[in-house]
């Protein structure tokens, strides 16, 4: 039988962060297709230059300095923890085996959290605010005639909803700019941490060794102008429209953005699992089942997210 001391308590901390490890390279998170990781050094982040699309002129004379609108859109770090006991009996009759794929697991569901967070943005994007103070997919955000964000604003929608029976959400993305439509921020990377001393006040009253994963991190929106929602039908009319909607989209001062033209490299079809054939029949097949060619062929990469379901 095993005596708990603190060195042995310190191996099993080697092994079992080892098998944390594992289990992170084993995951495959989805999250980073539409999101960009933005480190944070603070307890939230300001993303005042939000709204701002940079371009060049021609300069002629002295620099131009444009104001620029600023936007207090800010994302709270918020604290995540996930926490197992290892029964001491387990450890003084080394059967800790039995350990080893729980901790891979944990390390899994650290590497897959950041899905957690994006996803759910994307399919609740037409309920939640983003920069401009209007829900991130809705049908009057405001586009200015002017760069600094003056004038009387032409209303865009990015939320393609029909009158009648709406049909379940899908999404066009553009993920060809440095900043994707989403945000992820992180603040500390996930950490697997443990109680090392085997007189602890929990040790003694639980016998157990507690073990935790620790991670600040939060997600919110990007520049809404670089996706779309739509729910009618995934049809391949329906994509068109959903396609022409992206391409048209504008900055304030009026310049095309010139986003959803980079065919399937660039642009995303993101759909729940249900809608997933129907979407690999507008955008996946080049024959048409009546024959011909489908004009739509590779125009985006499909992306089927569980977290949509």
Known sequence: MAV?????????????????QRGKTKAAPMWDKVATLIPSTAAQNTYGWLGQFPKLREWVGDRVFKDMKEHGYAISNKLYEGTVGVSRTSVEDDALGIYTPLFEEMGYGAATHPDELVWPLLANGH?????????????????????????EA?????????GANPGTAWFLLDVSRPLKPLIFQERTKPELQMISNPDNDHVFMKDEIPYGVRYR????????????????????????????ALQTMKADGGRPLGL????????????????????RGVVGVSELPGGGTNKWFDAATVVPVAWLG
């Not at 708990?4 to 944390?20: E, V």
């Not at 670089?226 to 959903?242: C, G, Y």
């Not at 959803?260 to 979407?279: I, M, W, Y």
Request: aromatic share 10%.
């Open 4 to 20: 708990i001391t603190s060195a042995l308590l310190n191996s099993l901390r080697t092994g079992f962060s080892a098998a944390f």
């Open 127 to 151: 309920a939640r605010t983003c920069f401009d103070g209007q829900n991130f997919f809705d049908t009057d955000h405001p586009v200015y005639p002017n760069v600094d964000g003056t004038g």
């Open 154 to 162: 032409m209303l865009v929608s990015n939320n393609l909803v029909p």
């Open 217 to 244: 991190c939060n997600a919110g929106y990007g520049f809404w102008q670089m996706a779309v929602r739509s729910q009618h039908p995934l049809t391949a009319d329906n994509f068109e429209a959903a396609l022409v």
């Open 260 to 279: 959803g033209s980079g065919g399937k490299a660039s642009t995303l079809l993101v759909v729940p699992p249900t809608l997933n054939g129907a979407a």
